[in-house]
T-cell receptor, first 110, second 112 residues
Framework: RKEVEQDPGPFNVPEGATVAFNCTYSNSASQSFFWYRQDCRKEPKLLMS???SGNEDGRFTAQLNRASQYISLLIRDSKLSDSATYLC???????????FGSGTQLTVLP | DADVTQTPRNRITKTGKRIMLECSQT?????MYWYRQDPGLGLRLIYYSFDVKDINKGEISDGYSVSRQAQAKFSLSLESAIPNQTALYFCATSESPTGELFFGEGSRLTVL
């Protein structure tokens, strides 16, 4: 079982739609959680950290469920510019090493 | 100019050749990382360094070596390249263990 698993998609949604991605992690002792965004042929960039209480940044909402060991990302009112691959990232261990999921591809259609 | 700069951006080489990928940063971060990205596998950690005197193996270090020449410079070497090392390589920096990772633009390596 992979340490961090994501549905690879692709998710194809119309503009204005709401879309949600889930990510599961295997290490129950994982400490920190993040969503990164990667545009085609570009470097990943931090989208948002995920806090235990859940957090929101504009149209983006991240949730953490430690009991079920998953995190989620909700995007409301999708824009064409949201088209990208979304990477789930989990920090574990004494060295706080980051483990990346393989990413979920989103395409927002006009 | 980019805060994290990788050279070369693209390289095609032959099996058995020695290759060096270089990374330099102007962010002043102590922590530097090398990752490789393959389709369907996500980013995997090759080596990381928390300061000039500290080098650590990551998940997939076999076949690779690194050198931390200065706080700002972290190089990745493939002593004898093989085709399954064909991938997109990213250098990254961070300020703290759980801090944001800042990536370079990537180095696309093809080993024939």
């Amino acid at each position: 079982r992979k340490e961090v698993e994501q549905d690879p998609g692709p998710f194809n949604v119309p503009e204005g739609a709401t879309v949600a991605f889930n990510c599961t992690y295997s290490n129950s002792a994982s400490q920190s959680f993040f969503w990164y965004r990667q545009d085609c042929r570009k470097e990943p960039k931090l989208l948002m950290s995920v806090y235990s209480s859940g957090n929101e940044d504009g149209r983006f909402t991240a949730q953490l469920n430690r009991a079920s060991q998953y995190i989620s990302l909700l995007i409301r009112d999708s824009k064409l510019s949201d088209s990208a691959t979304y990477l789930c990232v989990v920090s574990s261990g004494s060295a706080r090493q980051l483990t990346f999921g393989s990413g979920t591809q989103l395409t927002v259609l006009p | 100019d980019a805060d994290v700069t990788q050279t070369p951006r693209n390289r095609i080489t032959k099996t058995g050749k020695r290759i060096m990928l270089e990374c330099s940063q102007t962010k002043g971060h102590d922590r530097m990382y090398w990752y490789r990205q393959d389709p369907g596998l996500g980013l995997r950690l090759i080596y990381y360094s928390f300061d000039v005197k500290d080098i650590n193996k990551g998940e997939i270090s076999d076949g690779y070596s690194v050198s931390r020449q200065a706080q700002a410079k972290f190089s990745l070497s493939l002593e004898s390249a093989i085709p399954n090392q064909t991938a997109l390589y990213f250098c990254a920096t961070s300020e703290s263990p759980t801090g944001e990772l800042f990536f370079g633009e990537g180095s696309r390596l093809t080993v024939l």
